[in-house]
């Protein structure tokens, strides 16, 4: 696996000499943010979990600063944010809003749909469409940060346990192949 994965990293020298990225050169040749180990692949696929709710293009930069900010793998990140793309944002997004409203007990409302265009002036139903996203507003904001949250916790868990599992079988084949077995 890991070598698989490094073919597909750019070099270090790549981004050294790349005049986008040569400011924080220093910064993001850090070791711990490419170090391949169960600390840094469960802490880089919580923080994609997490970013990968983060509205549109600012996913990929959100998870950068994070695995800055914690020294975790900056490519398993990145790459765990594509979690969200245009086929799974909608649910993702009502199912927060389902947990947001769950949270402010207000689970007894149904999810309104947006107002129709109808018989109304444009400018009356731009006015009644940013009503209804204002209406939707806390409890998607907090049903986002609650699903990002446990959707990182759990992820975390998993990858520590996954590897946990996978080095205790390396462990018993090694033995077993020493002892002759």
């Known amino acids: ?16 000499s790349n005049r986008w990225l040569r400011p924080f050169a220093s910064t993001l040749l850090h070791p711990r943010l490419w170090h391949l180990n169960r600390h840094s692949a469960a802490g ?49 997004y009502f199912l927060a809003y389902e947990i947001g409203s769950w949270a402010m007990g207000i689970n007894g409302q149904e999810f309104a749909p947006p107002p129709e265009l109808g018989e109304m002036t444009l400018i009356a139903w731009g006015g009644a469409l940013v009503d209804w996203m204002a209406g939707l507003g806390k ?22 346990a996954a590897w946990r599992i996978w080095l205790i079988r390396t462990w018993h084949a090694r033995r077993t192949h020493r002892n002759g077995g």
């Open 1 to 16: 696996m890991r070598k698989i994965l490094k073919r597909f990293l750019p070099k270090h020298e790549t981004i050294r």
């Open 44 to 92: 880089g696929f919580a923080v994609g979990l997490f970013c990968g709710l983060i509205p549109g293009p600012l996913q990929a930069g959100a998870a950068a600063i994070c695995c800055v900010a914690f020294r975790v793998n900056l490519p398993l990140a990145i790459i765990t944010t594509l979690y969200s793309n245009p086929v799974t944002i909608v649910p993702l």
């Open 139 to 160: 409890p998607l904001g907090l049903g986002l940060i609650l699903l990002a949250a446990t959707l990182s916790l759990l992820g975390y868990l998993t990858v520590k």
